[in-house]
């Protein structure tokens, strides 16, 4: 018993010191050293950076149901079309890191600095007709969602104020993917801490007007994020500029260098495609789920948001194996690279395996925490039930994509994006829940049924090992 209690006590001592040195930004020892070690001291600030982005996420609705029904409807019609934004911010910041984190493997920080500058560019430049969009049609795209017209005259502000401030949306995701490339985790880490924080403050004094502060209902929480993010981004130029990170940016590294554009380009365009093929379904979903009415909607996106604030803890083991992948085939070390891949899917799989029963056991108790209409609380738990199914699959094939990409394989996984979610997961949602009027259990059931073939399928093109012979 006595050997028992001081092998668990060695344990716990072990994983407090990991979390003490990784919060304080510890060397990870990418290129060598113990793997297990070196994933857990970058997983560990990515996880909580995505666990920063997933508690926004949460802490948001949680708000917005406060104000109503459609409140809610709009918020859901207008996430799914800023996932676009997501998708172009997503993928500029993985062929980012992918890129940094090559020219870091092979011990050319100038270079890693350099091309972090050419993505800012782009950053810039994809903005500009996302910004155009949101100021002059957001209530045509969201009648295009199908919302009623009391939902746009309610929420049409929202989803201009979102789409509108789309750049400080890329921005942050991609400063942070320059940091992350550089194994400067921390510092993604604490930009979100700092922005969504900010954010968490400023929803519930501007949606409900507290003290000095307007009443702006559902505005409100578009207006808190975009003040939240803009001081995250803040702080990353700052440390860009003058901090102790890896990646510094001096003023003779803003020359713009067409060859390293375009070589961004064609590495972030693969990625980029995958979260634009992956997202339009889920708008096409959105669509679909539209056709039985705000109820439902209300309870597929509240079921949405809780299940985002568990799968991007998850990314951020994912892009764990993302920076280990970039940075030790960048040091010609493809075995460990690939050893770092299978010991990473293993952490997540316990990770979400542990969600999945808090799901089937507490879903409704979740569901019931966003709102007191009963029919949503069903809705979204009946949701989050079903989503639970494929959790096990998430969590390897969420490590898997994330690996290709980290390898400069991007064309893999998008080419995966578009047979199973364009090919297989749309077609059998309408068939499910049109053609067989299942309802929104079709479209439930059709998502699982995509994202755990897309674990699969990834798992027999991983083992193929092309990704290892990739130049960026």
């Not at 993928?91 to 920080?109: F, I, K, S, Y």
């Not at 400023?202 to 001081?231: C, H, K, Y």
């Not at 578009?418 to 059931?445: C, H, K, R």
Request: glycine share 8%; hydrophobic share 55%; proline share 2%.
């Amino acid at each position: 018993m006595n050997n028992f209690v001081k092998t668990l006590s060695k344990k716990f001592s072990t994983i407090w010191n990991l979390i003490r040195l990784s919060l304080a930004g510890d060397e990870s020892q990418i290129l060598s050293g113990n793997i297990d070690r070196a994933i857990f001291l970058l997983a560990i600030p990515m996880t909580l950076e995505m666990l920063m982005e997933s508690l926004f996420a949460i802490v948001d609705i949680f708000f917005v149901s406060k104000v109503g029904v459609n409140a809610v409807a709009v918020v859901g019609l207008t996430e799914s079309m800023l996932t676009i934004t997501y998708s172009l911010g997503w993928g500029l910041a993985m062929g980012t890191t992918a890129m940094v984190a090559r020219r870091v493997g092979e011990h050319d920080n100038n270079g890693a600095s350099i091309s972090a500058v050419q993505s800012i560019y782009l950053a810039l430049l994809i903005s500009i007709p996302i910004t155009i969009a949101g100021i002059f049609f957001s209530e045509d795209l969201l009648r295009l969602m199908g919302a009623s017209e009391s939902l746009i005259a309610e929420g049409s502000g929202y989803t201009k104020i979102a789409l509108s401030s789309n750049l400080i949306v890329i921005l942050i995701f991609l400063v942070n993917g320059i940091f992350r490339g550089a194994g400067d985790a921390t510092l993604a880490m604490r930009t979100l801490m700092i922005a969504n924080s900010l954010n968490i403050v400023f929803d519930p004094l501007l949606i409900f007007g507290i003290g000095p502060f307007p009443e702006l209902g559902v505005e409100g929480a578009a207006l808190a994020t975009v003040l939240g993010r803009a001081v995250g981004i803040l702080y990353q130029l700052y440390h860009l500029k003058k901090g102790k990170g890896i990646i510094k940016i001096h003023k003779n590294n803003w020359q713009f260098k067409p060859n390293i554009v375009f070589r961004l380009i064609k590495l972030s365009a693969g990625v980029t495609a995958q979260f634009i093929i992956s997202s339009a379904s889920w708008i096409f979903l959105m669509r679909i789920m539209s056709t039985f009415g705000s109820v439902a909607l209300a309870g597929y996106t509240i079921a949405i948001r809780v299940v985002v604030f568990t799968l991007l803890p998850a990314w951020g083991f994912s892009n764990a194996a993302a920076t280990m992948v970039g940075q030790n085939l960048g040091a010609n070390q493809p075995d460990r690279a690939e050893k770092a891949v299978w010991r990473t899917g293993y952490f997540n799989m316990i990770f979400m395996g542990i969600i999945m029963i808090l799901f089937f056991a507490f879903g409704n108790n979740i569901a019931s925490f966003f709102s007191e209409e009963n029919e949503v609380v069903l809705n979204a738990a009946e949701c989050l039930r079903i989503f639970a199914m494929g959790y096990l699959f998430y969590a390897f094939g969420m490590v898997l994509v994330q690996s290709f990409n980290g390898a400069g394989d991007t064309k893999t996984p998008t080419i995966m994006n578009l047979f199973i979610f364009w090919m297989f997961q749309i077609p059998l949602a309408y068939t499910l829940a049109i053609l067989l009027n299942i309802g929104s259990t079709g479209v439930y059931y059709s998502i699982v049924a995509a994202e755990s073939s897309f674990s699969i399928v990834g798992y027999f093109l991983f083992k193929r090992g092309k990704w290892k012979t990739i130049k960026v």
